[in-house]
């Protein structure tokens, strides 16, 4: 069997189809597209459907069998996942994201709780495809996107989101890949997308998409990093402080080492949602890593003495900046942004700014417990504390 990893079988660019130039396109297009329609399949039916999680995510077109054993073969410079997930080509994320918020018999909304799959490093590297990676995403907001943002006591926040979580999807992709991406706005206002990861005209592509109505438009990871995604939809500090924000993975194209991955998305929570005065002051009530105060505290992150650990980070913000620390063990390797090109030796705390990210790695020295913390003590106070235990 070939090395799945060859460059040799990754697909020039030129096999990459040209840019799709349409911004908004029908529901219907959508739909058949989804090859829905023709079954006679409704779109209320469809977008139940994108409530319960299922079209909330990431898929892969077509690929050639070659890269197909690829993607499923993880290979030396493939990375483990923290879980398992999916093979590439036929990857859905965050299948726990089904358990969307569901009215009690009483008729009284309940407060979403995310697992801590939501937030799984998606599957691994693999080499580049040929067609364009399809992300699609659904936005929402009001009473029935009511999520948990602390436990004990409990703290329920009325949150605007993509994909039903806070934070929302990760993205995973590679150098040189493609994404067609496609925004169905649920919600009741009007919502938009900007990835940092795209280079692109945003009076084209991040403009607001109305309630009920389907955007796309296609781009090109031109760098690997790890970046932010959000809504751009005024008043914009509303709608990231109120959870609209998620990451993208954009690894290099031969790849990086073998290590235990996690996802950890720094944010802020103003009162308990949609309070623009709280925001405006920026003197949040909760900082959390990964949409819940002291989320790893309760259930901490796992790994092993020795191994080497990477973390992609992204500060959502929207107004505290990060300083990301693990106490008791230095980064062996950072890199800025996650691009390679910046990337440094020994660091003790990394700053990451409200629309930045990173990528840290780090090898714990021995068995025991290692709080993960923001350095700016007051938000670590608020709930940007989390543990690492460590076999
Ligand atoms: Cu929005």
Redesign the pocket.
Known sequence: MSHPNSTDERPEATSVPSMRPSILVSRRAVLRQAGLAAGGVGAAAFLAGCAQGDTAGWTFGPVAPSLQAAASTPGPTGTPAASPGPTAATASANPSAVASTTPSPSGAVTAHDPSPADFAVPPPYRPRHSMPVEFNLT?N?GPSQTILIARSPDKAYRS?NFGGQVPAPTLRITEGDTVHFTLTNQ?T????IDFHAAQIAWSRAYQEVAPGATASFDWTAKYPGVFMYH???APVLM?MADG?YGMVIVDPKDGRPPAREYVIVQSEFYGSGGEYAKMLSDSPDFVVFNGQAFRYKTAPLVAKAGELVRLFLVNAGPNSSSAFHVIGALFSHVEADGNPATAQGMRQTIEVPPGGGALVELTFAEPGTYPFVTHKFSDASKGATGLFKVS
């Not at 206002?189 to 938009?192: F, K």
Request: charged share 10%; proline share 8%; net charge negative.
């Open positions: 936005s907001d605007m919600g206002m009007p919502h938009s809504c751009g939809a709608h609209m």
